[in-house]
Structures are given as C-alpha cells and as structure tokens.
C-alpha cells in the first residue's frame, strides 16, 4: 500500500497538464501582485504621511484593501460562478500586493510609544469591520442573503 492509503503513489511527479494549471494560477498571482503593488505605490504616494510621520497612506491602503477583500469574497464564492483565475489573481495577487500589513509592523516600531499603539489597535480594529462592511454592502448589492449558522437554522 502506498503512504496516501489509496493505492496511488503519492511521491510521483504531476502530469504535465496539472503543472500547466499550477503555473497558470501561479502566474495570475504573480500578475496581480505586481499590478497591487503599483496601486499600493500610487495611494502611497497620493496620501503622504503626516507631519507627526502617521503613516496615513498605509493605514489608506490596507483599509480600502480590507474593505474590496469582503466584498471580493461574497462575489467569488456566493455570486460569480466558479472560476479558476479570478480569486487568485485579484484575492491573492492584486490585494495581496496592494495590503502591506508587514509595513504596518516597521512603521509601529517607527512610531512613538502612544501613536504606535493607537496605529496598532486602529489597523486591526478597522481592518475588520472593513472587511465585515465589504461582506455586508456586497450582499446588500448582490441580494445575497447573510448566511445562518448551524445552531441559527435549526431554530
């Protein structure tokens, strides 16, 4: 019996055609990285850091980054039918790209003590109910109905 337990040998190479696809999400990643990464650059250097250094254009960025990935995700998994390219390309590559959360660790060590902190609690805080109000207008638009837990339906 081989390792997996289904009988196929799971050490062996992948056929060429799965490869092909594998290169082929790789590349819409890529792609998309790249072009968030111009976008990032541009809001950058639209929204320049405040005169204290708050790094206004970060925090821009990855709100409006947060806020696109709510709705981007009602779309893709509940509106638009399934699509091999368009999650990785725009969830992955191109939002990927333009949200810089890394940056928002360097800028905190940056920061002094109390700005640092309030940066800290405002990207996280506000990262998700962006990301929550992305969800909530994105199925106001589509019409799609909140989705209930478990313990919900069976009420």
Do not use: H
Request: with cysteine; charged share 15%.
């Amino acid at each position: 019996m081989t390792p997996s337990g289904t009988g196929q040998d799971v050490f062996r190479g992948r056929p060429a055609r799965a490869r092909g696809r594998a290169l082929g999400v790789l590349g819409v990643i890529a792609l998309g990285g790249g072009l968030g990464s111009i976008a990032r650059y541009l809001v950058g250097s639209a929204v320049p850091a405040g005169a204290d250094g708050f790094p206004w254009g970060t925090l821009v960025v990855n709100l409006t980054g947060c806020l696109v990935l709510g709705a981007l995700m009602v779309f893709v998994l509940q509106v638009w039918p399934p699509s091999r390219y368009v999650r990785p390309f725009l969830g992955v590559g191109f939002l990927g790209g333009y949200t810089t959360f890394s940056t928002v660790a360097v800028e905190i060590t940056r920061l002094a003590a109390p700005t640092a902190a309030v940066y800290a609690v405002v990207s996280l805080a506000a990262g998700l109910a962006a990301v929550w109000c992305g969800m909530t207008v994105a199925r106001l638009v589509a019409r799609v109905p909140v989705r209930r837990g478990a313990r919900e339906e069976a009420r």
